[in-house]
């Protein structure tokens, strides 16, 4: 078992900044690919970014590209979402989850075993 909880969430202009944080607890961290999703109100889970286990590689869905960086300290067992250029749309929930065993890093949500609660990203106009 995995254990995950984020943090960082909060009220944002637009234009402003978070950073995401998500502790790991339980299995070595180190050994897992981290993603974050998110969810806005009536609308389904979706990918936002990946990073493998390593360090080595990152993918992010194509609205994020240029304003968000996932990054991870494996001897903190954290992984991070550095929110950037925030605009409304970026409204969700946003959950981190961790992958197992998987060739290469996965946006599919079915691909991941663990997640966390959740935390609230509100970005005003």
């Known amino acids: 078992q995995v254990q995950l909880v984020e943090s960082g969430g909060g009220l944002v202009q637009a234009g402003g900044s978070l950073r995401l944080s998500c502790v790991a607890s339980?299995?070595?961290?180190?050994?897992?690919?981290m993603g974050w999703f998110r969810q806005a109100p009536g609308k389904e889970r979706e990918f936002v970014a990946v990073?493998?286990?390593?360090?080595?590689?990152?993918l992010y869905t194509d609205s994020v590209k240029g304003r968000f960086t996932i990054s991870r300290d494996n001897a903190k067992n954290t992984v991070y979402l550095q929110m950037n250029s925030l605009k409304p749309e970026d409204t969700a929930v946003y959950y981190c989850?961790?992958?197992?065993?998987?060739?290469?890093?996965?946006?599919?949500?079915?691909?991941?075993?663990?997640w966390g609660q959740g935390t609230q990203v509100t970005v005003s106009s």
């Open positions: 989850a961790a992958s197992y065993g998987r060739p290469s890093p996965s946006i599919n949500i079915f691909e991941y075993a663990y």
């Open positions: 990073i493998r286990w390593s360090g080595s590689r990152t």
């Open positions: 339980g299995r070595t961290f180190s050994n897992y690919d």
